[in-house]
């Protein structure tokens, strides 16, 4: 995640400057609680819960003075295409399920978190998520403009729907056409002054007009009740085979909320020079879903549009994050009869103007400038819309696996040379100016070692051994991309090292890592082929090879 900004030092908490950080965000924050629980079809009352959820174990337990954790515009499109796809109309199973996914999505995250899976950063790769993200912004933008004109979709994608939208066009609701856009007007407007809670004020506004005008007699739809009476948290009652699909579709989950909370968290960091903990901030991400999920709310991540407003309110420390909960609190405590009688249309535009950066071309027009992965972000654009949110992201998840195994698997084998006569050893085919030690064939393998490439790499290095122009006595092999070894790896090593004892070499396995060192010492073939493990670096184990009494 790499920021233009130079990072600064490290400022000092200003509780001044995160209470008016608190109160400014509040008015942003509560406006797209409810918005977004209308994008998951769950009661609008799901998103404030999930924001209080993400408020209050976030500010207990994560790392990043600026993320804002609550309700996301992409996590409350997947839940809603997964819980559609899976209840078949039965609004009551829906809900279950909705309840069911965002426990499992939280229970997952608190696993990854224990098992410290916070240094794979993201299992999605940065073109595949923009494209996503691309794809997701204009459906999430294009059904919400058909809500406020009152047109009902039947179909899941872009491509199918479109034409439905336009089909319609003579019974189209232009009076809730018009108050969206009065509503994007200003909060255009109210954008310009970061101070200025804008959601909150346009919901004002919308208020006000609905009651003056009589909205609702021309067509215009209200959010209703939000009934915030916290149950008693219990658990869905779900068949098995509903919780297994709940399971596959909560790793999808998962993998599109650590991308886009990773990415909030680790830009405004680097930007700050702050230091985060990936595996406490997955802990906080699976507290915030289980206690969301308990109560009935929606799934929380670290939203960019609610964390870049933070920052840019003056946010020091997380102590804004708490004030704006107060703040929603109080005004859900006084006022929340009255949001209640907010239009639909406001919602609507409210929901548009926070995804409106996501239809910029400009971090998608990078990857073709570079003429890198341009393939992977058409693919990911069009699966979203020609499969819908839900298999595009699927789709998506899917690309990124795939690049990654692909990438890992065609690991090549290199040959080390030393360079200018120093300590460094290098590729041979990059740097033709590096010279071989006579007697020595140094190898290393160009990615870590795992079950898809290990033979095809040892069986290279072999190769080399065999066929190598000049007579050696000693094979090197650097292990230094290999933090680690699985099972299959070892069994593989095992094979090598008889093998290379069969051509009458002697092995050294140089840089290795301290758990690959203590899984191969293991083996009874380390002793019977007189191989030696070493952690050191290249150049003491050639200095090993070639003393007389080796």
Request: charged share 15%.
């Amino acid at each position: 995640m790499s920021n233009a900004s130079t990072p600064t030092p490290i400022e000092q908490p200003n509780r001044w400057q995160d209470v008016l950080a608190g109160l400014s965000i509040a008015g942003l924050l509560l406006p797209e609680a409810v918005a977004y629980s209308s994008i998951a079809a769950l009661a609008p009352q799901a998103g404030v819960i999930a924001l209080f959820a993400g408020l209050l174990c976030y500010g207990l337990f994560g790392t990043s003075r600026f993320a804002i954790v609550s309700a996301t515009s992409s996590s409350a499109a997947v839940l809603a295409a997964a819980t559609a796809t899976l209840a078949n109309g039965d609004p009551q199973l829906r809900s279950a399920l909705a309840i069911g996914l965002v426990l499992v999505t939280g229970a997952f995250f608190l696993l990854a978190g224990m098992f410290k899976l916070g240094s794979v950063t993201s299992f999605i790769a940065k073109p595949v998520l923009r494209g996503f993200s691309f794809g997701l912004a204009l459906t999430i933008i294009l059904k919400q403009f058909a809500s406020v004109v009152g047109v009902h979709l039947s179909e899941a994608n872009l491509v199918r729907f479109l034409p439905q939208l336009l089909e319609q066009l003579p019974q189209w609701n232009w009076v809730g056409a018009g108050v969206a856009a009065v509503a994007l007007i200003l909060l255009g407007l109210f954008s310009r002054f970061r101070r200025v809670p804008g959601g909150l004020l346009v919901v004002v506004i919308g208020i006000t007009a609905s009651q003056w005008l009589d909205l609702p007699a021309h067509g215009v739809r209200l959010i209703g009740v939000i009934d915030l009476g916290l149950e008693v948290p219990q658990l869905p009652v779900l068949p098995f085979a509903d919780w297994l699909r709940l399971g596959e579709l909560a790793f999808a989950m998962v993998m599109i909320l650590y991308a886009e909370s990773y990415g909030s968290i680790s830009a405004y960091a680097l930007k700050h020079g702050d230091r985060v903990t990936s595996n406490r901030d997955l802990l906080a991400l699976g507290a915030s879903n289980l206690l969301s999920g308990l109560f009935h709310g929606m799934p929380a991540g670290a939203g960019y549009s609610a964390t870049s407003a933070n920052e840019a309110a003056g946010a020091t420390s997380r102590l804004a994050g708490g004030i704006a909960a107060l703040v929603v609190l109080l005004i859900v405590l006084t006022v929340l009869p009255y949001i209640a009688l907010t239009p639909e249309p406001i919602l609507a535009a409210i929901v548009i103007h926070a995804l409106a950066r996501g239809l910029s071309l400009q971090p998608l027009g990078r990857y073709f400038i570079w003429r890198r992965d341009r393939v992977l972000v058409l693919c990911a654009v069009g699966a979203v819309l020609t499969l819908g949110v839900l298999d595009g992201l699927l789709v998506a998840v899917a690309i990124s696996v795939l690049l990654m195994l692909k990438q890992m698997s065609a690991a090549d084998i290199q040959i080390l040379g030393r360079i200018d006569d120093g300590h460094d050893f290098v590729d041979l085919q990059l740097h033709p100016t590096a010279k071989t030690q006579p007697g020595l064939l140094i190898v290393r393998p160009g990615e870590a070692l795992f079950f898809a490439n290990v033979e095809r790499i040892l069986s290279g290095a072999l190769s080399l051994i065999r066929h190598s122009p000049v007579p050696i006595h000693t094979v090197i092999l650097s292990l230094e991309e290999s933090p680690d070894l699985d099972g299959t790896s070892i069994e593989a090593m095992q094979a090598f090292f008889v093998r290379v004892d069969q051509e009458g070499k002697r092995l050294i396995l140089a840089r290795l890592k301290d758990s690959a060192e203590t899984a191969l010492a293991a083996l009874p073939e380390v002793k019977a082929c007189n191989v030696m493990l070493s952690g050191l670096s290249v150049d003491v184990a050639v200095q090993q090879a070639l003393e007389p009494n080796a």
